[in-house]
Nanobody
Framework: QVQLVESGGGLGQAGGSLRLSCAGY????????MAWFRQAPGKEREFVAT???????SVADSVKGRFTISRDNAKNTVYLQMNNLKPEDTATYYC?????????????????WGQGTQVTVSS
């Protein structure tokens, strides 16, 4: 089991940058696959990016070239570097974790979630 806490959200400007952090509290954090999802009002939770324990990553087409996911296992923390922000990026961003299995782009595959951090991008 693991507890996840997101931080770093806030108000960003179109074309600007924000960095989100997800701190994990629990054992064997480094073995978990980690991911970021986001959810805008009235919409389904949407996959953003994932990073496996070995460091490989995958990002959604909507953020490819703009967002980068990384992890620092020594700090039990996963990051989402968000560059060239767009108003469409406005959402609550959630950090998720799972041991493995299932589809990484499907939020139902994840076992643990943080409470979310709000990102608002103005034009």
């Amino acid at each position: 089991q693991v507890q996840l806490v997101e931080s770093g959200g806030g108000l960003g400007q179109a074309g600007g940058s924000l960095r989100l952090s997800c701190a994990g509290y629990g054992r064997t954090f480094s073995s978990y696959t980690m991911a970021w999802f986001r959810q805008a009002p009235g919409k389904e939770r949407e996959f953003v990016a994932t990073i496996w324990s070995g460091g490989s990553t995958s990002v959604a087409d909507s953020v490819k070239g703009r967002f980068t996911i990384s992890r620092d296992n020594a700090k039990n923390t996963v990051y989402l570097q968000m560059n060239n922000l767009k108003p469409e990026d406005t959402a609550t961003y959630y950090c998720g974790a799972h041991v493995g299995g299932g589809s990484y782009g499907n939020w139902h595959s994840y076992d643990f979630w943080g409470q979310g951090t709000q990102v608002t991008v103005s034009s």
